[in-house]
């Protein structure tokens, strides 16, 4: 064949030239694709600065124990706490695009010469070169009735012929569903556009503290920005058996003092405006306890945080849905664990109150509460007060949405190319060296299934034969 | 002992039966020419009953642990780290049927679809297969369940079709790794004399297909936990250490494919990447998210 097909043109090297052929060598892509895997595991086992602590890594760093902690100095010291925001990463991602663009470059190139009207030519004979070996048929007819029967039977098996003009022997592509070639571009379109995404995302985002407002208080909304957010009221709608639905925050966007939009917002439903995005990521208790002894005196109650107990009542924090306060009563030298359980639709949400015995170790349920209550144990009587705030979180996060639809149309386009596989094949019939006519056929390599070649080839040396 | 652990049992019974009786087909059809057709037919019956009774079994014990927990939703899936090996498990045994059917339509003479490819996948691929199945199932009745409890942010449908999703791509990848390893045995055998007449196109259309379909799903399950996650937290990603270990996964998968582009044995890079895949897929749902805590505590 290469004494037919006229080899491509030697030309100097050029920069950008080894620059886009390096890039479009499969075993780049592979390279990067496990880099980002090496970079992810590391990610999973090695945990990551999270984002409440970046204002004071260090100390963060100095809190963390085991295997790779402070004490081991290897993991601080490459950097690997901070893996997704190292400049290696970053680094490894634009490498990523760069390939996509190459990838898409080389694949817009193919489905144009297919679909469009820019045919195929001599020089196109490089997209097939260097590709695995090509199949040979030989067949006993001279190269003109191979020819033609070649055409009746790729007909008969519903391909298209285009020739391919400037070549010596009788060469052209035969093709079936070449549309579906623009899938593979739309994926790689799809995936530039999600990667360009998530880059805008984590560069020019931001994120406020996690919120927990009381009906009616007002917050700032980002930086710079004339807005303002208030609550409210959260609504906790239960239906008769008692069981929660969608717990729910009303907002009210502010320019000033103005309100200029009403909105609710609930688990998975933000309310966005001019990009900014208001989400209620959960609620948590608002307990205010206040207790007796069995004299009647008012009990000293010492919360966590506080340095001194005080008789009267005291406020307990959940700083999430998830913790678990504790309340120290020094004169009894008791202490109480408080947790909630928000219980999502299967029942109503729960405060617990638990008496911790030998040091933590004993934990003895002293009442559960779905509403304001009391609870009474070893002589003592605790009045509670319950009432719930919702956790809001203000974020901007400009890419993200480009990301997650690119991502999706990605999907979608693998799973059309995968399902309907286009078939493109070059077929060259010359004279052959122990029959009169040789038909060389290659098929681009892919990574989709290309039994169908074997297929054909089959079919197309049957065909021959029962013309002999 | 259990109801569900004995059906458990039960279905590992079957499969190690399965595996056995494949194990036998496949070193009694050395000429591929012949193929599974020339095979004693009670053979190929054995194979199937014992794959199907499996499956109908792993079912029966997922249902049964689900009535013995009083409730059963399925969100459990993402909790129960033995109802994970338990579907998976089940997932596999499914694909691994489907994939029976269709070669036996094929057989048949019937209709296909014309993107299937018609394949002697399900001889080959057997015993590996069936291996797999077994010792998840030998791992869900062993391990104890210990994964965290579900959230509310994770009782929604977006979080459900996620974990479907990763298990019909465990499924899959299990099966790409299956026809990874036979691959792979195949290659190696003959260095040392044995010659287990493994149908390497059959192999290698499982692979492709089972990858493909490994990396749709893993890919759509990625997709869909990505999403509410953006949309309950406003971040990629829910923080879940098996979600992030499904990442690595879709990854290898996709070096395994791309691996069907390289000049110098591709097919040899396709199998161990896929076998690498499928460890990495059984680890992510299964036992690694305790790894970082035992690291660390």
Request: with cysteine.
């Amino acid at each position: 064949m290469t004494e037919e097909i006229p080899a491509p043109r030697a030309r100097r090297p050029e920069l950008l030239s080894v620059v886009w052929r390096v890039l479009a060598v499969p075993h780049t892509p592979m390279i990067l694709l496990a880099c980002l895997a090496f970079a992810l595991a590391l990610g999973r086992l090695v945990p990551q600065i999270p984002s409440y602590a970046r204002s004071d890594p260090q100390a963060w760093l100095a809190a963390q124990t085991g295997l790779f902690g402070r004490e081991g100095g290897l993991v601080p010291a490459l950097g690997l706490f901070d893996v997704y925001h190292a400049f290696l990463f970053r680094g490894l991602l634009v490498l990523v695009g760069l390939v996509l663009i190459v990838r898409m470059a080389d694949a817009v190139d193919l489905a144009w010469r297919a679909t469009g009207p820019t045919r195929w030519s001599a020089a196109s004979f490089a997209f097939w070169a260097g590709h695995p070996s090509p199949l040979r048929l030989p067949s006993s007819l001279s190269p003109e009735d191979t020819r033609s029967r070649l055409g009746d039977l790729l007909a008969e098996a519903g391909m298209r012929l285009a020739p391919v003009p400037g070549v010596p022997s009788s060469t052209f592509v035969a093709s079936r569903r070449e549309a579906v070639l623009w899938a593979l571009v739309a994926v790689y379109l799809a995936l530039l556009a999600a990667l360009a995404g998530l880059i805008v995302a984590s560069t020019w985002g931001w994120r406020n503290e996690d919120w927990q407002p009381a009906s009616g208080e007002s917050q700032a909304v980002g930086h710079n920005t004339p807005a303002t957010l208030r609550l409210d009221n959260l609504d906790l709608p239960q239906d008769p058996l008692g069981k929660l639905h969608n717990a729910s925050s009303q907002i009210t966007w502010l320019e000033g003092d103005t309100p200029v939009r009403q909105d609710r917002v609930y688990l998975g439903y933000p309310s966005t405006r001019q990009g900014i995005a208001v989400r209620q990521i959960g609620y948590v208790p608002e307990v205010r306890i206040r207790g007796w002894d069995e004299a009647g005196r008012p009990l000293v109650l010492q919360a966590e945080g506080q340095d001194v107990g005080i008789p009267g009542s005291v406020a307990i924090d959940f700083p999430t849905p998830q913790a678990q306060p504790l309340l120290f009563l020094p004169r009894q030298d008791m202490f109480l664990a408080l947790s909630f359980e928000p219980s999502c639709a299967e029942g109503r949400p729960a405060l617990y109150v638990d008496l911790l015995r030998n040091g933590g170790a004993d934990r003895q349920r002293v009442q559960t509460l779905y509403e304001s209550g009391s609870a009474a144990f070893e002589g003592l009587r605790l009045e509670v007060d319950l009432a719930y705030r919702p956790i809001l979180r203000v974020d901007y996060r400009p890419g993200m949405a480009m990301a997650i639809v690119g991502l999706i149309l990605a999907l979608v386009s693998v799973a059309l190319s995968w399902a309907v596989v286009p078939r493109m094949v070059w077929i060259a019939v010359g004279p052959g060296e122990d029959t009169p006519t040789m038909v060389h056929m290659l098929a681009l390599p892919d990574v989709r299934d290309r039994s169908w070649l074997l297929r054909l080839a089959r079919r197309l040396r049957e065909g021959l034969a029962d013309d002999d | 002992m259990t109801i569900d652990a004995g059906l458990a049992l039960g279905a590992s019974a079957l499969l190690l039966l399965a595996a056995v009786a494949q194990g036998i087909l496949l070193s009694s059809t050395r000429d591929r020419s012949a193929g599974f057709r020339d095979c004693p037919p009670w053979w190929g019956r054995i194979v199937l009953g014992a794959r199907l009774g499996a499956a109908f079994l792993v079912a029966a014990a997922l249902v049964s642990e689900a009535v013995s927990q009083g409730t059963w939703t399925p969100f459990d899936l993402m909790g129960d780290i033995s109802q994970i090996a338990l579907s998976l498990g089940l997932a596999t045994l499914i694909t691994h049927l489907a994939l029976i059917g269709l070669n036996a339509l094929d057989r048949a003479g019937r209709g296909l679809p014309r993107w299937v490819t018609p394949t002697e996948l399900a001889t080959d691929a057997g015993p590996a297969a069936d291996l797999s199945s077994l010792a998840l199932i030998v791992l869900a009745v062993a391990i104890a369940p210990g994964a965290p409890p579900v959230t509310c942010a994770q009782r929604v449908a977006p979080v459900a079709l996620q974990w479907a999703l990763f298990l019909l791509g465990g499924g899959s990848t299990l099966l790409a790794g299956s026809a990874g390893l036979m691959r792979t045995v195949g290659d190696l055998t003959p260095r040392f004399g044995l010659d287990l007449a493994i149908g390497q196109p059959d192999l290698d259309s499982l692979l492709r297909q089972a990858a493909a379909l490994s990396l749709i799903a893993v890919g759509g399950g990625l997709i869909a936990g990505a999403y509410w996650s953006w949309r309950t937290l406003g971040t990629a990603g829910s923080g879940d250490p098996r979600e992030g270990w499904m990442a690595v996964t879709w990854l290898i998968e996709a070096m395994s494919l791309l691996a069907w582009r390289l000049q110098k044995r591709p097919s040899g890079w396709a199998a161990a990447l896929a076998l690498f895949a499928a460890a990495i897929a059984i680890g992510a749902l299964l036992a690694v998210a305790g790894l970082r805590t035992a690291l660390w505590t």
